[in-house]
């Protein structure tokens, strides 16, 4: 293992701890999208994620149900990313949560 490889799990294990959140239903949108989604996205839109998972519990929560959108666009690309990943995809990946 190559010290890129360590940073890169660290930092990896780093966002599943903060996609962890005090909500359950923040859970079970945010890290299926981290596991399945996150490594395709481009470098604006990773960090776009980490600056999104560093906001409160609830403006997430509004966000994520649809009550209302970010101001910043590109924190409402990547919220709706989020949804539109959860609204399409079965329920298996969030079995083992």
Same mark, same amino acid.
């Given at each position: 293992?190559?010290?890129? =490889? @360590?940073?890169? /799990? $660290? *930092?990896?294990? +780093?966002?599943?701890?903060?996609? +962890?959140?005090?909500?359950? /239903?923040? !859970? #079970? %949108? #945010?890290?299926?999208? %981290?596991?399945?989604?996150?490594?395709? #996205?481009?470098?604006? !839109?990773?960090? @776009?994620?980490?600056? %999104? $998972?560093?906001? /409160?519990? =609830? !403006?997430?929560?509004?966000?994520?149900?649809? +009550? /209302?959108?970010?101001?910043?666009?590109?924190?409402?690309?990547?919220?709706?990313? $989020?949804? *539109?990943?959860?609204?399409? @995809?079965?329920?298996?990946?969030? +079995? @083992? #949560?």
């Amino acid at each position: 293992m190559n010290e890129q =490889q @360590t940073v890169d /799990e $660290i *930092d990896r294990k +780093r966002l599943y701890w903060h996609s +962890r959140r005090g909500m359950w /239903e923040l !859970d #079970l %949108l #945010l890290i299926p999208f %981290l596991e399945h989604r996150f490594d395709a #996205l481009d470098d604006a !839109d990773k960090q @776009t994620y980490r600056d %999104l $998972i560093a906001e /409160e519990d =609830q !403006d997430l929560f509004v966000w994520l149900m649809r +009550r /209302e959108w970010p101001v910043d666009p590109q924190r409402r690309r990547v919220v709706q990313m $989020i949804v *539109d990943y959860a609204e399409s @995809t079965g329920n298996d990946q969030y +079995r @083992t #949560l």
